[in-house]
């Protein structure tokens, strides 16, 4: 198997990249690897739908009161 291991800046391991050819081929031995990836792709739960409406709703209401990425993270930064 040609595994690629992700590091983080410190060099602790953090992910492993697996071949999608090589993800297909353990899919089809393990048969629960199949179910854990159709659990993990369903759709947004009632209220993670319910968050990103009522955000949607207030930016349309009032489209012009938005912060840049970059205010917003002066903003967090002064705050702590």
């Given amino acids: ?3 690629q291991f992700i590091h983080d800046n410190k060099g602790n391991t953090t992910g492993v990249f697996i071949p999608i050819e090589e993800w297909q081929s353990l899919k089809e031995r393990y ?3 199949q179910k854990e990836e159709v659990v993990n792709t369903s759709e947004l739960s009632a209220w ?3 968050i990103i409406d009522e955000r949607l709703n207030d930016y349309y209401q009032n489209p012009t009161a938005l912060s840049s990425f970059d205010d ?5 930064e002064k705050s702590l």
């Fill in 1 to 3: 198997m040609n595994l």
């Fill in 31 to 33: 048969a629960d690897l």
């Fill in 48 to 50: 993670q739908t319910q």
């Fill in 72 to 76: 917003t993270l002066n903003d967090i």
